[in-house]
C-alpha cells in the first residue's frame, strides 16, 4: 500500500530517508531523466485509464440495471474505491517526480500540509476497500458455485453492510495518517519513530495482506475442486448439457479470477520485496536498493496499475458490462435494442442456471 508497503519502510531503514508513501520517486532519489522519460508515460497512461475506466464502470452500473446483481455491487464498490488512486497519489507521485522532489515546496504550506496527508490517506484508504471488496467478491463467487442455493443470503442487507463496513475498516485504520503525515523542510514526512513505523507496516501487512492471500488461496481451491468434482459428473451428460454448465460456470467465476489475476499481477511483486525486507531485519538486496527504477516500478508504477487492470477485466470479461457499455456510448435506439437483447440473454442464462443446479 502507498504509505505502508513501500518506500515508507524501506527508506527509513536503509537509509536517512524518511519520505513517506508509494510516491517513491520523491522518496527513492536517484532515478535519471532516462528512466523517468520512459516510465513516467507509462505511469500517466495508467492514471488515465484508471480515471476513464471506473468512471465507466460506475455509469454502466447507474445506466444498464440488468448488472445490477449482487456480485456486481462489491464490483461498483472497488471502482469508487480505486478512483481515489488516480484522483490522488498519482497525480501528487507525477507533480513530484516531474519538478524533482520540488512540487510541494512551491505550494504555501498549510496547503501543502493537506495534500501531503489526504493523497496517503486517500491512496492506502482505496487499496484497502479493494483487497476487502476481492475477499467478499471471492466469498459470493463461493457461495454461487459451492452452496448455490443459498445465494439469498447474500440480500441486499448483507451487501450493503459488507460495503459500508469496508470503508470503515479502510477508513479507521488509516486514521493516523492524518496525524503522523506532516509537511516539513520541503519534504511529506511521517512524524512518528521508526520503531513505532515497522510496528504499523508489520501490522497493515499481516491483516491486509498475507491474511487476504491466504483466504483467496483457500477459498478459489475449494471452487476449483467443486468444479473438478462436477466435471466428472457432467461425463454422464449429452453433449448440450455440457455445454450448458460449462457456459454456466465460465460467467460465474470468469470475471473473478480475472479481477483476482490483476491483484497478483500489480501487488505480486510488492508482496515479494516486501517479505524480504522483512526476512533481512529491514534491508533491501543492494541490486534493488540502489535502483530506483525497479522500487517506482514495484512500489508506484505496478501497484498503482490495479486500479486501471480493474475496470479492463470488466469489459473483457463480462458480457453484461460490455452490453452496458455500448448502451452508454452509443444510447437511442440502439441502446434499446441492445438492453432488449441483453435482458432475454440474461433471462435465457438464469434459466439454464435452474436447469443446472
Same mark, same amino acid.
Given at each position: 500500500m502507498s504509505g505502508n508497503f513501500t518506500s515508507a519502510s524501506f527508506t527509513s531503514n536503509s537509509s536517512n530517508e524518511t519520505s513517506a508513501g508509494a510516491s517513491t520517486t520523491a522518496a527513492i532519489p536517484g532515478m535519471s531523466s532516462k528512466e523517468k522519460a520512459i516510465l513516467m508515460p507509462f505511469y500517466f497512461i495508467s492514471l488515465l485509464v484508471a480515471l476513464i475506466g471506473n468512471v465507466l464502470i460506475i455509469v454502466v452500473f447507474h445506466k444498464y440495471k440488468p448488472i445490477r446483481k449482487s456480485f456486481n455491487y462489491f464490483v461498483l464498490n472497488m471502482a469508487i474505491s480505486d478512483l481515489f488512486t488516480p484522483l490522488t497519489i498519482m497525480p501528487f507521485i507525477i507533480a513530484k517526480t516531474l519538478s524533482d522532489g520540488a512540487f510541494l515546496k512551491r505550494i504555501r504550506s498549510p496547503l501543502a500540509g493537506v495534500v501531503c496527508k489526504l493523497c496517503f490517506f486517500f491512496a492506502d484508504t482505496s487499496i484497502v476497500v479493494s483487497i476487502i471488496s476481492l475477499l467478499v467478491i471471492s466469498l459470493d463467487r463461493l457461495i454461487a458455485v459451492v452452496f448455490p442455493l443459498r445465494m439469498k443470503f447474500i440480500s441486499r442487507k448483507v451487501r450493503f453492510?459488507?460495503?459500508?463496513?469496508?470503508?470503515?475498516?479502510? $477508513?479507521? /485504520?488509516?486514521?493516523?495518517?492524518? =496525524? @503522523? #503525515?506532516?509537511?516539513?523542510?520541503?519534504?511529506?514526512?511521517?512524524?512518528?519513530? %521508526?520503531?513505532?513505523?515497522?510496528?504499523?507496516?508489520?501490522?497493515?501487512?499481516?491483516?491486509?495482506?498475507?491474511?487476504?492471500?491466504?483466504?483467496?488461496?483457500?477459498?478459489?481451491?475449494?471452487?476449483?475442486?467443486?468444479?473438478?468434482?462436477?466435471?466428472?459428473?457432467?461425463?454422464?451428460?449429452?453433449?448440450?448439457?455440457?455445454?450448458?454448465?460449462?457456459?454456466?460456470?465460465?460467467?460465474?467465476?470468469?470475471?473473478?479470477?480475472?479481477?483476482?489475476?490483476?491483484?497478483?499481477?500489480?501487488?505480486?511483486? $510488492?508482496? /515479494?520485496?516486501?517479505?524480504?525486507? =522483512? @526476512? #533481512?531485519?529491514?534491508?533491501?538486496?543492494?541490486?534493488?536498493?540502489?535502483?530506483? %527504477?525497479?522500487?517506482?516500478?514495484?512500489?508506484?508504477?505496478?501497484?498503482?496499475?490495479?486500479?486501471?487492470?480493474?475496470?479492463?477485466?470488466?469489459?473483457?470479461?463480462?458480457?453484461?458490462?460490455?452490453?452496458?457499455?455500448?448502451?452508454?456510448?452509443?444510447?437511442?435506439?440502439?441502446?434499446?435494442?441492445?438492453?432488449?437483447?441483453?435482458?432475454?440473454?440474461?433471462?435465457?442464462?438464469?434459466?439454464?442456471?435452474?436447469?443446472?443446479?
Open positions: 453492510i459488507c460495503i459500508l463496513m469496508s470503508w470503515v475498516v479502510a $477508513l479507521s /485504520v488509516h486514521v493516523p495518517y492524518l =496525524f @503522523v #503525515f506532516t509537511f516539513k523542510d520541503g519534504e511529506c514526512t511521517k512524524s512518528w519513530s %521508526a520503531e513505532t513505523g515497522n510496528r504499523y507496516v508489520v501490522a497493515t501487512f499481516t491483516t491486509f495482506f498475507l491474511v487476504p492471500v491466504c483466504f483467496l488461496i483457500i477459498i478459489y481451491g475449494a471452487i476449483v475442486v467443486t468444479l473438478k468434482r462436477r466435471q466428472r459428473k457432467r461425463e454422464k451428460m449429452s453433449a448440450s448439457n455440457k455445454s450448458r454448465v460449462h457456459s454456466c460456470n465460465r460467467s460465474v467465476i470468469g470475471l473473478s479470477v480475472a479481477i483476482l489475476g490483476a491483484f497478483i499481477i500489480s501487488i505480486g511483486p $510488492l508482496f /515479494v520485496l516486501q517479505c524480504i525486507f =522483512f @526476512v #533481512f531485519h529491514g534491508r533491501l538486496p543492494p541490486e534493488v536498493e540502489k535502483n530506483p %527504477a525497479i522500487l517506482f516500478i514495484i512500489q508506484s508504477l505496478l501497484l498503482h496499475s490495479w486500479g486501471a487492470i480493474n475496470p479492463c477485466m470488466c469489459f473483457a470479461f463480462s458480457e453484461n458490462f460490455r452490453t452496458g457499455l455500448k448502451l452508454v456510448l452509443y444510447g437511442g435506439s440502439r441502446a434499446g435494442s441492445l438492453s432488449l437483447s441483453a435482458n432475454t440473454k440474461l433471462t435465457s442464462a438464469r434459466k439454464r442456471t435452474r436447469s443446472s443446479s
